[in-house]
């Protein structure tokens, strides 16, 4: 690894801006690395979970979600956030049948992601899951979603034509496109 004491800033103050029930908003001053000195604002995030449910014909189950920041019904993978002390896998787990009532015989991590990371510390790990069964979804109240199906190749055209404009769905079509092609690996575990 290179060094990189050139590059990193150091924390030297910190304050509270805002603390919600989801969203923690702080503002940081730093040490820069010429030795002067900048404020930072950022959200402190949990973390979340995406996972990429295949169905045994292929198919991924996907979600018809409305999402108030923007104003629009998005096309996405399963996700949500993870709880305090909660283990990942655990985590998303309990997304996948809450949102789509699905559970899975084999798991598969791929990878962390940071969507925001210019102003937020949120991480997204990225979970593939197989041998799905249905079972009844529990919805968190207050939760409304339409569970759909896509072939990889429609997901992928979606992603193509700007349908789907989500990271952490764009990410993991990444990462479904190279499984999918045999150029990268999952590490299936039941």
């Known amino acids: 690894m290179p060094d990189d004491k050139h590059l990193i800033e150091t924390t030297t103050a910190s304050e509270q801006l805002v603390k919600g029930h989801f969203l923690h908003a702080v503002r940081d001053t730093v040490r820069l690395p010429d030795g002067g000195s900048a404020t930072r604002e ?5 973390g979340a979970v995406c996972i990429v449910p295949i169905l045994d014909d292929g198919r991924l189950v996907m979600e018809r979600q409305y999402r108030h920041p923007i104003g629009q019904v998005v096309i996405e993978f399963p996700a949500g956030k993870v709880d305090p002390g909660e283990d990942r896998l655990a985590c998303a787990k309990r997304e996948l049948l809450e949102e789509t009532g699905y559970v899975a015989r084999e798991w598969a991590f791929a990878a962390t992601m940071h969507p925001t990371m210019a102003y937020s510390n949120e991480f997204i790990d990225i979970w593939f899951a197989r041998g799905l069964t249905l079972t009844e979804r529990k919805l968190d109240e207050g939760e409304f979603l339409e569970v759909i199906t896509a072939t990889p190749q429609e997901l992928l055209a979606w992603c193509r034509d700007g349908i789907v404009r989500d990271s ?7 990462w479904l496109q190279n499984v999918l092609a045999g150029t990268w690996d999952l590490a299936w575990k039941p």
């Open 42 to 46: 950022y959200i402190l995030h949990p």
């Open 168 to 174: 952490k769905t764009l990410a993991s079509a990444l």
